[in-house]
């Protein structure tokens, strides 16, 4: 039996160009997330895809409340993650060929029709370098384009309701491979956590983690990244396109 788009689809890849070319001509596509994320050392007890399963979980699932005007586009496994290389193993791109790869997924979902567009962040070490350029990002593209850390639409107040481990913002959340990611592991794919690692390491605080409690924050997550796409969408939350030099 011939397939065609379910649901309708929310993953840019598995449409055929058609498919692609019909819902966004017929204005259904609304905005389009792109992740980012790293594949790096995190600890001895988590799997080193944690940052990018755990974004594009949260894009999924947005996407998925958002059917069907939000697609997720492939965007990139990989991050700057020179300060995890001492650890075997870790993938590192240089803050260049990160930004580079980054501009050129904007500019191809832009010229695909996409007026919303948020760049979904899953990796702290790319959060400094994506901001310095950002402004000539939003310059280029002149569309209502985004930069979020999928964790800063937490609070501090989240993290003393759910952490056990300490709740300063963001040595503990986000942290890292610590209680927040480990808990959100445990919730979303547990098979990507060594429970009897985590007692091996000097480093007792990841086993404080529960599904639980990472499914509480996943709920969160969810809710409030859905809202901020929402905003995008209905024209409630319009970045700014910094002037140029006169
Ligand atoms: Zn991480």
């Known amino acids: 039996m011939e397939k065609t788009v379910s649901n309708p689809e929310v993953l840019q890849r598995k449409h055929t160009r058609r498919e692609f070319r019909e819902r966004m001509q017929s204005g259904e596509l609304k905005a389009c997330i792109i992740p980012v994320a790293a594949i790096e050392q995190h600890l001895e007890h988590l799997a080193m895809e944690h940052d990018w399963r755990s974004v594009c979980h949260v894009a999924v699932a947005v996407a998925e409340r958002l059917r069907p005007h939000v697609l997720v586009a492939e965007g990139i496994m990989t991050g700057i993650s020179e300060h995890h290389m001492r650890h075997p193993g ?21 010229r695909a029709g996409f007026k919303n567009v948020l760049v979904l962040n899953g990796h702290g070490g790319n959060t400094a370098p994506v901001n310095g350029t950002w402004e000539q990002f939003l310059r280029m593209n002149q569309v209502n384009l985004h930069f979020l850390c999928y964790w800063d ?24 491979a610590q ?3 480990t808990a959100f592991a ?10 009897k690692m985590w007692t091996d390491q000097a480093d007792k605080r990841p086993s404080m983690a529960t599904a639980q409690q990472g499914g509480e924050f996943i709920k969160r997550i969810v809710e409030r990244v859905t809202i901020y796409v929402q905003e995008m969408i209905d024209g409630k939350r319009v970045t700014q396109i910094p002037a140029y030099f006169p």
């Open 153 to 176: 639409v937490l609070t501090e107040a989240d993290a003393k309701e759910l952490l056990k481990s300490g709740h300063k913002l963001p040595n503990d959340l986000p942290g890292h």
């Open 186 to 195: 445990l919730a979303a794919f547990p098979e990507n956590v060594r429970t």
């Open 90 to 110: 870790t993938l590192s791109l240089r803050p260049g060929t990160f930004l580079t790869v980054v501009a050129d997924l904007i500019d191809s979902v832009v």
């Open 179 to 181: 209680e927040f990611e």
